[in-house]
Every structure is written in C-alpha cells, then in structure tokens.
C-alpha cells in the first residue's frame, strides 16, 4: 500500500486517489464527502432549484447520468431541498445498445426509488433510429456503411436535443438536469472557439439556460448541469467506489470526430496538467461577446414551435425528408428546401408533420 | 506471477468484451511493472485496435488505473513494481455517459 495519507482527515486513512482539481491525495470517505458537498455548493451558489419544482433527470444509464441521479437524490434528502425527482429516458430504438442501457435505467429506478419515464423516438417523430438507417441506406445503396451511420447519428443529435424538450414539456417539469460534465463542458469550449460559433460559445458555459435571465431560450424548459464542474475522472471513481450501476458503451452512430478529436486533446492536456479542464471553464466563463457582434436571431420552428435559428427546425426538415423518402434532404445545404416547406405550410391546411406529432405523443409512464 | 486484471467503463470491448482476467506473467530477469505489463497485454490480450488503449508506452490518457482499488497516481505510475495476486483495474472514461 502507498504510505501518502489522506490530505482531508490527515493520516486517520490511506488515501485512495489523487483529486484532479487540486491534486490533492484522498481516501474514499473524504472524497465521497467532498465530491458531494462540492456539487451541493454549486446547486447553491448557482440557484439551480427552488423548492417544490418537478426536476427530470435526462437518464442514459451511462455513468455521468447515474452518478447525476444519484447525488441529486441523496442530496434532495439530506439538505431538504424539497424537490420531486424524475427519470426521463430517451428510447433512440437502436437494437442493442438502449436495450441494454434501458435495462440498467430501470434498475436504477428501482435501486433510487424513483419515477421513470421513458419516450421513443417512434412515439416523438413517428420514426425510430433502426429505422431512419435502414432508410438512409435503402435509398443509398453504393453507401459505405460509415457514411449511413454518419447521417444517422445527424438525425440523432438532431432527433435527441429535443426529445429531452418535449418529453419534458410533456410531462410539465419544471426544469431539466443534465449530466454534462466538467470534460464535457471544457470540450465544449474549445470546440465553439475553433469552429468560431460565438452564440453557442456565450452559452455553453451557463449552468443553466433557458430561465427567465436568458431571453433567447425563453420558450424551452431550463436546463441545468449540477456537475458542470465535476471532473470525468472523480465521476468515474465516484460511480465505481460506490458500486454505482451504469452502462458503458459506444454509440454505433457517433459521427463526430470532431468532437472526438478534441475530447483526446483534452485528455492530453489533462495527464499535463489535471487542472487545465477547470482553467479552460474559467476562462470560458469569463469572455464577453461585444456588444455589436452579430448574432443569430432565435426564433421558434413554425411547424413544432420548437427554438429554431431558422424559420423550420431541422428535426421538421429530417422528418419532412424522411417521410418523402429524400432522407438526406435535411442534411447539407436546405435553405432553398426550407422556403418551399415554409410557402406549402401557408397554402395547405394539411401541415401533417410535427402538429400531428404532438397530438400522437403518447407517455408510457411506470410508477 | 499471478494477477487479475479487469478492464471496465467500455475498455472491455478491446479484449472480446471480456472484463475480468486471471493471468500468469512468466518470469523475467527484472520485476515486473505496469509499464512491462502493458507491453505484456498488448501482445497477448488486446483484440483491436491497441491505440484505444495504449499511447506510448503508457495507458490512452483517459484510462484510470486503480492498482488493488487504488489510484496508480497514489504509487509510482508505470513503474510500480507488481506483486502477487494484486488486482490492476483499467477504467475507460472515454464512453458516453
């Protein structure tokens, strides 16, 4: 065993790992005590809640989700925060890999004691992700098979960022808590600084969006990231010293290297310097977008009512390209496509797409 | 020298989706390390794709490794000197969470 002992209770315990934050050595009691105090701090200072809200906790079953659900529950309790806690699950309908992952959210509902919601991507769009690639590669037969699951994974980023929105709409929560993480947030940065997206820039780096301070999202339901400044590594540790039980695996559909790319970078920096992810959020948080800097203008989708920069959201156009059977149409350049659906919606009463969506959205909850 | 290795957080889907490992290192003229057993693994357990998992010649950064549930950062990283029947856990935190 190491002889360094632990820098919080001073030598009553071995420590157990090295704090990347402050790189300070830890026993297990003492980083349970200071990981959870740590977010309990921020969900203060930030005002993350009030009390009586109904909070969804968007569940994967992955690790940072768990971990999520877990403190937020034990913290609900021991500082009487007063709020009600639910699971929300996205069912993307990709055959092996949310099957698994469902599992384990349903265990988690039954190990944590609370309510689980799960919606579909069939039951949200009328179309679920087996379907959409078998779709895109029906139609697109000299395909590699990369290139389908390239714009597969576009209809599920696309399809996912809102699924949260209206599942939570549906449910009439108050405000959702995501799992991001202080990696997460640190790749985030860098990512809208490299490709130069100063709107997503200013945003990335707010605990919470979509709150009445913040006039752009003003239609959406807040959004919130209690462990926006916990590290991946403490997560991890935390998950696996608590025998926490999560899924681990690789989306089939990822499609972005981009992102993957500076995810490595970030862990480069990381085994430098375990306290670049903080500085890089710090900094992050300290820019200022001029005020005469042109921004886009958000507005919400005429078909779904949805935030959308442009007159129809993209989700609208994938499903609008799906159902017509030109699934790659809302992939690359559309403007042109967009001002057409935009004349046909004006003269035909028949707007089938996400009006109807609504309608047909239907919760399977389990108590 | 007999070890168990275990491989989690997605870093099993190197090694045929297999997470726990009981193996015996032959016996070498100069201690076994986790830097020599890296090289070990490489050769005789990683299935795919080793650059997943090994950069260098250390673990992908990203990749925790907990020596008997311990934080490797805690002993002397790549050159801690192995032990009978010690557990070496490599963590990936690379997977979607």
Excluded at chain 1, 305 to 310: K, L, P, Q
Excluded at chain 2, 50 to 69: A, K, M, T, W, Y
């Amino acid at each position: 065993m190491p002889s360094v002992i632990c820098a919080a209770c001073r030598g009553e315990r071995p420590a157990a790992l090295v704090r990347p934050k402050t790189s300070e050595p830890y026993c297990k009691i003492c980083f349970f005590d200071a990981f959870e105090r740590e977010i309990h701090e921020t969900i203060v200072k930030e005002q993350l809640f009030k009390p009586g809200e109904t909070i969804a906790v968007a569940a994967s079953g992955g690790k940072d989700s768990t971990v999520l659900a877990h403190v937020l529950k034990l913290l609900n309790e021991r500082h009487s925060y007063g709020l009600k806690l639910v699971l929300l699950s996205i069912d993307e309908g990709i055959t092996g890999y949310r099957d698994d992952s469902l599992e384990t959210v349903k265990r988690n509902q039954q190990q944590y004691d609370l309510p689980l919601i799960i919606l579909t991507y069939k039951e949200l769009y009328g179309w679920s992700m087996d379907e959409i690639v078998k779709a895109v590669g029906r139609k697109n037969n000299s395909f590699e098979n990369a290139t389908s699951y390239f714009f597969a994974g576009t209809f599920c980023g696309v399809f996912r960022r809102q699924a949260l929105d209206r599942g939570a709409m549906k449910l009439a929560v108050n405000k959702i808590a995501t799992g991001h993480n202080a990696d997460d947030i640190a790749e985030t940065i860098l990512m809208n600084i490299l490709r130069g997206d100063i709107a997503r820039l200013k945003r990335c780096t707010s605990i919470i969006t979509g709150d009445e301070s913040d006039d752009n999202e003003a239609s959406t339901i807040p959004r919130c990231k209690p462990l926006k400044y916990a590290y991946e590594k403490e997560i991890v540790l935390y998950a696996f010293y608590k025998r926490l039980d999560y899924f681990s695996t690789e989306c089939l559909y990822s499609p972005n290297a981009y992102r993957g790319n500076i995810r490595t970078y970030i862990k480069d920096l990381e085994r430098l310097r375990p306290s670049s992810i903080i500085d890089i959020i710090h900094s992050g948080e300290q820019l200022i977008v001029k005020q005469t800097a042109k921004m886009p203008v958000q507005r919400v989708c005429e078909r779904c009512s949805y935030c959308s920069s442009m007159p129809i959201c993209k989700a609208c156009l994938l499903i609008e390209g799906l159902n017509k059977g030109v699934p790659k149409l809302g992939i690359g350049k559309t403007e042109r496509y967009r001002k057409e659906m935009q004349k046909q919606d004006q003269c035909c009463s028949d707007q089938s797409l996400c009006h109807c969506m609504k309608e047909k959205l239907t919760v399977k909850e389990k108590d | 020298m007999h070890l168990t290795l275990e491989f989690a957080g997605g870093a099993e889907l190197l090694f045929g989706k297999q997470k726990n490992h009981s193996i015996d290192l032959p016996d070498n003229n100069s201690p076994w390390t986790i830097r020599t057993l890296l090289v070990w693994i490489r050769e005789n357990l990683l299935r795919e794709r080793p650059e997943l998992f090994i950069q260098g010649d250390s673990v992908r950064p990203g990749i925790l490794v907990l020596i008997n549930d311990t934080d490797w950062e805690l002993f002397d990283g790549l050159n801690y000197q192995l032990k009978a029947n010690d557990n070496i856990l490599f963590v990936s935190t690379l997977h979607g969470g």
